[in-house]
């Protein structure tokens, strides 16, 4: 007989726009009740937005439900509400278990502190009895393998170092219900593994876990079931593997037509990974050909127009740009096609913005949603915060410098 | 006891009612709770290069001041007592309650990343900020008590009142701290009022002079201000000297009372929203 962990119905978050967008000083909104003292009395005063609308989830004892879903879904939403961090706006959740959250790696920690002392006090955080630390801390301290810095203020730590130890205090958590965001995907790959297993091993332990990654292939391996949310509503639920692929199918090809309203001249529509070196399995090869497709539908002619591209990383930094001038397109439907020798990028979450101008003049500025996943191999530094933003193949050979001119 | 002996179910759904205060579930969050106050207390003193020493001599400094302007040269009363006793019998209880508002007032907002990535209840915060400051202040208490008995004055039996007005004292920080940091977490600005507030606070208190300058007809106004009951509590049940705190004591305590009940209100009304604010 299966009993259930979790169980949430109806689950709705609403936020006001307005809340996080301004800088939250007394004068700003001063200011709005002076400049209109009515709004403020109102209630559309703020933009309102709901994160999630009418979720329902029910997860067994024992289970791991794997979370996918684009970025602003409402993933981490749904976690905060299921570890109470933040109330739902309607609906209701019944929890029977005791509750360990894991949404952020270090969550506690203090620069000043040594790593006894944080290990302590973030174990604290996180729901552990002092006892209990106690009791596990040399595992977790050999488990990081700090044994030699243990002592040692974490300011002084290598941000490897780090990582390891907030990871090693969050592994040995041992709630009945984990929940947990996205942490598996930092430090070193060895080190990643080693996490992964021990995952696996509070996965069969029987323990009840979420779990939300981009990283779809941990979400194969370690999940039995998966939810799909979309735009804050759960799109499908259903055996992982098969729900990963039909997500990976989604978001390898960008929005649905109708997702973009027809106006102006001319819009770009959607986009999609081409070639032959594309594998099913949404890998982004690191050698390679690669080729990208943007659909823009043309609805005037258009003459000596400025197109341009940018690839970014989820941090927004520009890795990638290419401009062209003197476009000129007949109406009707367009495929761009950019083919890149290679695209040598580590794993992770990526995006798109594709343009149009003329003369200055914005015909079309699209940051293409959904992101683009690469799930490759990281093949360089084997320590994360070493191995920069490239993922491009190297051979050193070492020999006497002789002829080294 | 292994906490997972026993079975845990909660609830969630969305805020409703104004006041609950969810006692029980603080009590089982007491060891984070003291968590928060040893990492506050273990900061202070990795921070600052001579530790302890400089929390001895903070207090003992603005004495000093203290006693050369507000006693040596501008003369003001002293109800009879050396003017080194006079203010640091006041500096000490005042530098608690300055301090402690402030940090109270910061925690919310100090603390915002742990407020969005974990649950705990959010009234353990106020709390820890209140109980870490206390360690400086038994320091200090403890350099002020030397600092009385080597003056040849001996406590009385009002010495056994002294835990009343701390506690005064430190309801006084939580019941307006309370408000401040709730309000804090929703507008930036309060920080920026918090020098002004705690100045303010200090000359409507009588730590740099006697209350007895006071006009008779307007003491009772003055006994709104807890504070001025804890200072005169103070001095008084130190030294024997001075004021002893009669009905105005009744009124701020009346007074601090209606402050933290209306401070749980408010901070329990904004705890719900807090991690979505901050």
Same mark, same amino acid.
């Given at each position: ?77 749904? =976690? ?8 739902? $706006? ?23 502190? $040594? ?95 979420? =779990? ?98 940018? =690839? ?27 083919? =890149? ?65 | ?123 353990? !915060? ?47 920080? !939580? ?82 009372? !209606? ?20």
């Amino acid at each position: 007989m299966t009993t259930v962990a979790i169980q949430a119905s109806g689950i709705s978050k609403r936020y006001q726009r307005g809340m996080a967008a301004t800088s939250g000083l007394l004068r700003d909104t001063l200011a709005l009740a002076l400049r209109s003292p009515l709004k403020l009395f109102r209630g559309d005063r703020k933009e309102n937005f709901w994160a999630l609308k009418d979720v329902s989830v029910e997860v067994n004892e024992g289970e791991v439900l794997g979370l996918i879903g684009r970025n602003g879904s409402g993933k981490t939403t749904l =976690l905060k509400i299921l570890s109470r961090i933040t109330l739902p $706006t309607e609906g209701w959740a019944e929890i029977h278990g005791r509750v360990g959250s894991l949404l952020e790696v270090g969550t506690g920690f203090h620069p000043e502190l $040594t790593g006894r002392e944080n290990t302590f006090l973030s174990g604290a955080i996180l729901g552990m009895s002092k006892q209990e630390i106690s009791r596990k801390f040399d595992e977790i301290v050999s488990f990081a393998e700090l044994e030699k810095f243990i002592d040692t203020p974490v300011k002084h730590y290598s941000s490897g170092m780090y990582v390891r130890l907030a990871f090693a205090v969050a592994a040995h958590l041992e709630p009945e219900i984990l929940l947990v965001d996205e942490v598996l995907a930092v430090g070193d790959i060895r080190f990643q593994k080693k996490c992964l297993g021990k995952m696996g091993d509070v996965a069969r332990a029987g323990r009840t876990v979420i =779990l939300v990654s981009h990283q779809l292939n941990q979400i194969r391996r370690l999940c039995q079931r998966v939810v799909w949310l979309d735009g804050g509503c759960v799109r499908k639920t259903g055996p992982a593997a098969e729900l990963v692929s039909a997500y990976e199918e989604d978001m390898t090809s960008g929005t649905l037509e109708d997702a973009r309203p027809a106006e102006g001249p001319a819009q770009f529509l959607r986009w999609k990974l081409v070639g032959e070196n594309r594998t099913a399995d949404h890998i982004l090869p690191s050698e390679g050909e690669t080729s990208i497709s943007f659909l823009l539908r043309v609805n005037q002619p258009l003459h000596g127009v400025h197109h341009g591209i940018g =690839l970014y990383d989820q941090h927004r930094h520009l890795l990638w740009g290419n401009a062209v001038d003197g476009v000129t397109l007949e109406p009707g439907l367009h495929e761009f096609r950019y083919t =890149l020798p290679t695209l040598p990028l580590r794993p992770g979450v990526y995006s798109w913005r594709v343009a149009l101008y003329d003369a200055g003049v914005r015909i079309d500025d699209w940051e293409c949603v959904p992101n683009m996943h690469v799930v490759t191999v990281p093949i360089t530094h084997y320590r994360d915060e070493s191995a920069g933003f490239l993922n491009i193949p190297s051979n050193l050979q070492i020999h006497p410098a002789d002829s080294f001119q | 006891m292994d906490p997972r002996a026993i079975p845990e179910s909660f609830h969630i759904e969305p805020p409703r009612g104004w006041f609950n205060l969810r006692l029980r579930e603080m009590w089982k969050y007491r060891e984070l709770l003291y968590f928060f106050v040893w990492r506050d207390v273990k900061i202070r003193y990795k921070q600052t290069a001579i530790g302890v020493v400089w929390v001895v001599l903070q207090p003992l400094l603005t004495m000093l001041v203290f006693t050369l302007f507000f006693g040596k040269l501008a003369k003001l009363p002293s109800q009879g007592l050396p003017y080194p006793i006079f203010y640091f019998a006041a500096v000490v209880p005042w530098m608690y309650f300055a301090s402690a508002l402030v940090n109270v007032t910061n925690v919310v907002v100090e603390n915002q990343r742990v407020i969005t990535k974990v649950f705990f209840p959010r009234l353990i !915060l106020p709390f820890s900020a209140v109980l870490s400051g206390l360690v400086d202040f038994a320091i200090g208490f403890v350099v002020l008590v030397i600092f009385i008995l080597s003056y040849g004055i001996r406590p009385t039996f009002a010495a056994l009142l002294l835990p009343f007005f701390l506690l005064l004292a430190i309801l006084t920080v !939580l019941g307006v701290g309370l408000w401040l940091s709730a309000l804090n977490a929703l507008y930036r600005d309060v920080r920026y009022l918090m020098p002004f507030i705690v100045q303010f606070w200090m000359l409507a208190s009588p730590v740099a002079y006697p209350s007895s300058i006071m006009p008779e007809r307007y003491r009772w106004i003055y006994g709104l201000n807890p504070m001025a009951g804890v200072i005169d509590g103070f001095r008084w049940a130190l030294t024997g000297h001075g004021q002893a705190p009669g009905a105005v004591i009744v009124a701020s305590s009346v007074m601090v009372c !209606l402050a933290v009940f209306g401070g749980l209100i408010f901070f329990n009304h904004m705890e719900v929203s807090i991690a979505d604010r901050v």
